[in-house]
């Protein structure tokens, strides 16, 4: 605290310092906590006694005197200063701190709480301060402080001046007689109603020439209600109640509203009443009353009404309530008067009366109605165990197998139109003619496409191959929309006949597809079992006639899907693979509630650039709480536990799930079927508008691959070849499907083993949007070598696959490993770079590429590309899904082994039906995008396969 | 949406080139600016990350650790961290000063396209191939993402964050727009596979190249079309496309070897800046001043304004 010796006239220092220790002063202990000792400025003890002001200086130091007690004062005489006046002030039994600034009594002027700003003003305070200085009296602004601010304001001061007086009104001076100021009747807010009595009673003379102020106004009342007092509350006030003050303004509590007599002996003055504001009963007769009152009230009969309803009729003069009436009639002009007292402050009363509510009665209830309401109980059997149902039916003589009858609930809409008696609807019965001209047109060609192929390779693989090899034919393909596709039906109808009535078709039936309904599963196991029995018409048997047709031919589809879904698995396949424990879970999934709206609308409204509302999707997202809490930003929604999506249950098997679901498929068979059936086959372009939807490669992609067909017209023929090899292919898939075991045996002795596939629907279907294979014939001859010396050491060397090979999105991997290489050798720039190798075969990629590395870096990769297949979709059946995943995995292995064995054959260059049946099928993989010329018939395809086989 | 008011000197576009720095690290995949422009990252296909000094051109540091090659980074705002993401579907937090692994984060089931951090580096968020954002948290150890969202139905190729809302683009053809503080999801559909998005710098627009060689600017807020520039070449390759630093100009990189500059209003070709004969694979604006940085195979070129005088390294 002491500041050094050099510089201390800089700083400021506060407080005492301490004093400088002594070397060889030994150290003084320090005074415990209760010797020490407080003093006032005058040296006196202050002790904490707990006195008047803050406990300091109580006890015998200030009051007593000594430690002994009480010290005699020595006698004064004060007969001289008898003529003094004697005043004890209580000043004089004050103490000095009393006086002080905080006391309660202080001496020195300071300015009250009034006058004090709440905020300190250090300007004002320094202002003063320096001033305190330079006056003529240093630190001392007496002047100041003498002066205080008047109390009125200023406007009043003004008023005053100008001749304004307390109690009149403000503004010019009137003519109009001056009112009298203590009428009785006061006037709350509001104006008065116009009263034409006051005009008739202005019958007084008033001279011309005099003048009057305006009456005072009586300010409205602005004070806030704050207490929780009823409307219009008034305390009893003190001074009112004592003295007995105007009783007009209140209101006696005493005397009863009844008690009349008061009102009716008008003849007793005021100055009669009692002096005690409060009278009536309850309070005696005091002493110093000069009356006494009958203060034991007998109240009488004669105070009530005795007649119920309205006033008596006549004159009404008899009774007690006359006079008040006829008073009453007398001011009905004025009729707030009446309510004097009893309108509360600022209201008044309406000038119509309110109307009466019309309430009506309740209706009447029936004589036979009972208030609790008795639920039948309704057990459907398809949901509770039989051991119950049967215990049900006993009890109540009835299940709810034929409770359709009974609730209208699970009655369809035919049964109940026959119950009502309706008769059908006459609209369109099925969908299908809902469709315009043009788009039936266009599913026609299709149908008429697939018949014709199907039959063509029904035919062939009939000769080829043995029919056992058939039930293994991919069903997802076949699942065509109920779009009445007849001949597709049938077709399908003809694939599951085969594959149930088949001999390794299982007889043991575990599944149920339609477990919910039973009278549908009843149906659909008769139509199983015609099936088996290897009849043709199983559908129409087996389906309810009384369906509607939409219904019908619903229903058609989904036991057509099911069937061969939920084809008997072979005994090979079915002993590697147990049930799953547990079922699958629920019927239901959990699906986005909120989903994106229709892509073909939007997709319109960027052709048409109309970005904006209808491109434009919101959907309500819950972001982890975490997150925001990491983002500084507040959880929107605080009480959600959502995150993400929100998401609701929707019933797996619902229809709509399967609609779904299945108009994506149709769209994308559509395109492989239309294009590679001999449709006419114009053009790529026509082929890719019939489908509707191109996938989002195709964008990319056409131009130069159409450019490539018209700069090399060599490619014909490898388009042509094409055209063959997609036929085979599915011819082949048609043809030859094995079991799984058997090709397991297969691939490992038999090199030249007959491919077995699933047709390219399949792949289609699984690949949907994958249409991306970039690959064109000519990159294929480019850079087929040298790819495939690279693919040569990371693949696994699975069994060589068979010459023809589907176009099988995975080998796109391979085709469009080197694909960066040949589009950089087709645009002429960096020749070299197609010897930079491509690196990872087998690491997928899709999306936008990234560009090529050029020369800088040799050893770099060149970018890899390859369609990850398409997620499925959660509504899917699992069933079917496992299914898929099984196909695909196949499929998978079978690509690879189709690399191999390209490689192989191209290094032995066998021959050039090799060859082309190779590159027909990669090129193939374009689609229906390469224009083809020629076609060739089944007959040479069908040579060409065999002639294939001879060779291996 | 206010459009920048035209100015009355011309723009200083960067037009002059100031260096070419060699990176020897493969071709480069992505190049970024740091925060406050000073710094620049170069992403390797050698499976490295770079970072140079910007004025300088010099090499600072090299990171290495990834399992291959590095594609895309962001520098944390107090240049104390890096992040980057691979195609060895991981996400790499780093140490700068250290060239130390902080943390490398896999979760990914594919290669990871691109990665930001937040405003304060509190969370990186990574776009893979397999059509997941994943955000991760750098405050703690935890090696599982905070939010996983799955929103996009294809591979997410770029996103950007502002504030409190996150950008992507994705191969599905769609801008989603996650507004962490409203609790919306926004998605716009482009139609064809987004290569880039970017805010803008007033966060009024979002910006996407897609692969039907247009770059479009929308609204953020109602998602109508502002303008939409063509003229360049982007039909397969994944390609940077950004705004000026005062939002005058569109810049994309094409496949013919030049960036592209727009007027953003007018939607006119002010410039198109001879990169090279290859692709021009990534740029990078300076967040204030007018400078830009292409990434063509294996070089990175530095551009500005003005031609530098005296001290330029060439």
Known sequence: MASDGESEEDFVTYGTPLEPLEEDEPLRKPIPVQ????????????????????????????????????????????????????NARPEDFMDDEDFSEHGIAPQQITTTEDFVSGRPDQIRDKARAISSLSAPIPGDTLLEELITPAQSSIGVELLRKMGWKDGQGVGPRVKRRQRKQNIDVRVYGCALPPSGSEESEDDEFAPENVTFAPKDVTPVDFTPKDDVHGLGYRGLDPLQALTGGSGASHINLFTLDSDRASLFAGSRKAGQHRKGGISGQGFGVGAMEEEDDDIYHRDAMSNYDTVLGGEEPGDGLYGWTAPQQYRQKKKDSSRDAAYVGKILEGFTLASKPEEAKTVFPPPALPRDYRPVHYFRPVVDTSSVSPLVAQALQTSRGQLSQDAPQQSRHTLDSTQRREMLGETSLQGPRSVFELLDSKDRERLNEIRKASEEKRSTLQDRFRSSTTPSHSHTQPQVSKAQPDVQLQPLVSDTQQQALSVWSSPTAQTGQAFKPFEKNPSK???????????????????????????????????????????????????????????????????????????????????????????????????????????????????????????????????????????????????????????????????????????????????????????????????????????????????????????????????????????????????????????????????????????????????????????????????????????????????????????????????????????????????????????????????????????????????????????????????????????????????????????????????????????????? | MAFPEPRPQPDRLPQHLLRTVDCQQGAVRAVRFNADGNYLMTCGSDKSLKLWSASRGALLKTYTGHGYEVLDADGSYDNSQLCSCSADKTVVLWDVATGQVTRKLRGHAGRVNCIRFNEEATVMLSGSIDGTVRCWDTRSRKMEPIQK??????????????????????????????????????????????????????????????????????????????????????????????????????????????????????????????????????????????????????????????????????
């Open chain 1, 521 to 952: 599963q009843a149906r659909y196991e008769r139509y199983v079992s015609h099936l088996k029995q290897g009849d043709k018409d199983a559908l129409e048997v087996s389906l309810d006639p009384t369906m509607t047709e939409w219904e019908r031919s619903r229903e058609q589809d989904e036991f057509l899907r099911a069937a061969v879904l939920y084809k008997p698995s072979n005994s090979s396949l079915s002993s590697r693979f147990t049930r799953g424990k547990h079922e699958d879970d629920t019927d239901s999934v959990e699906v986005a509630r909120d989903q994106e709206g229709d892509v073909n609308d939007k997709e319109a409204a960027v052709k048409m650039k109309m970005f904006g509302k209808l491109t434009r999707d919101t959907i309500e997202w819950h972001p982890d709480k975490l997150l925001c809490k990491r983002f500084n930003v507040p959880d929107p929604y605080p009480g959600s536990s959502i995150v993400g999506l929100p998401k609701v249950k929707r019933d797996k098997f619902s229809v709509f799930n399967f609609l779904s679901v299945l108009d994506d498929r149709q769209i994308s068979q559509a395109t492989p079927t239309s294009s590679s059936g001999g449709a006419p086959a114009s053009s790529h372009g026509s082929s890719s508008a019939a489908s509707g939807k191109r996938s989002r490669w195709d964008v990319a992609e056409q131009r130069p691959k159409v450019k490539e067909a018209e700069q090399q017209p060599d490619h014909t023929v490898t388009a042509t070849s094409a055209t063959t090899s997609d036929s085979t292919t599915a011819a082949e898939s048609k043809v030859s499907e094995s079991d799984a075991e058997q090709k397991t045996k297969k691939a490992e002795d038999e090199e030249e083993e007959e491919e077995v596939r699933p047709p390219i629907d399949l792949f289609k279907a699984i690949f949907a949007s994958s249409s991306d294979e970039k690959s064109s014939s000519s990159s294929e001859e480019d850079s087929g070598k040298e790819e495939e010396q690279e693919a040569e050491p990371e693949m696994p060397i699975v069994t060589p696959a068979p010459p023809v090979v589907p176009q099988a999105p995975p080998t796109s991997s391979l085709i469009n490993m080197t694909e960066p290489e040949t589009r950089i050798a087709d645009k002429g720039e960096q020749k070299d770079a197609s010897s930079v190798k491509t690196a990872d075969v087998d690491y997928e990629e899709f999306g936008p590429r990234l560009p090529p590395p050029g020369q800088v870096f040799p050893s770099s990769s060149s970018p890899v590309r390859e369609e990850k297949p398409k997620k499925q979709s959660k509504e899917r059946h699992k069933s079917k899904k496992e299914h898929k995943h099984h196909k695909e995995k196949k499929h998978k292995k079978k690509s690879k082994k189709h690399k191999h064995k390209g490689k192989q054959k191209k290094k032995k260059k066998t021959e050039e039906t090799d060859d082309s049946s190779d590159d027909s099928g990669d090129s193939d993989s374009d689609g229906g995008d390469v224009i083809k010329t020629g076609f060739v018939s089944n007959e040479e395809l069908l040579q060409r396969l065999k002639n294939l086989r001879g060779k291996k």
């Open chain 2, 149 to 314: 969202l799955d929103e996009a139905r294809d591979g997410i190729s770029s996103l950007k964050v502002v504030a409190h809302e996150l950008l992507t683009g994705s191969v599905d053809g769609r801008v989603r727009r996650y507004d962490l503080r409203m609790g919306q999801l926004h998605v716009d559909f482009i139609g064809s596979p987004i290569t880039c998005v970017c805010f803008s710098q007033d966060g009024q627009c979002t910006l996407s190249s897609s692969l039907d060689a247009s770059v479009r600017l929308l609204d953020k807020n109602t998602g109508e079309l502002l303008g939409e520039y063509t003229g360049h070449q982007n039909k397969d390759y994944k390609l940077d496309c950004c705004l000026s630093e005062k939002d005058t100009h569109v810049l994309s990189c094409s496949e013919d070897g030049h960036v592209y500059c727009w007027d953003l209003v007018e939607g006119s070709v002010t410039l198109k800046l001879p990169v090279g004969k290859a692709v021009v694979q990534s740029l990078s604006f300076h967040p204030t001043e007018p400078r830009l940085l292409t990434a063509m195979e294996g070089r990175v070129q530095i551009w500005g304004a003005e031609p530098e005088e005296m001290d330029t390294a060439e």
């Open chain 1, 35 to 86: 010797d020490q000792t407080v003093k006032d400025e005058k040296g006196r003890y202050k002790r904490f006694h707990g006195a008047f002001t803050g406990g300091f200086s109580a006890g015998y130091f200030n009051t007593v005197g000594t430690k002994e007690g009480w010290t005699p004062s020595t006698f004064v005489s004060s007969r001289n200063q008898k003529a003094e006046k004697q």
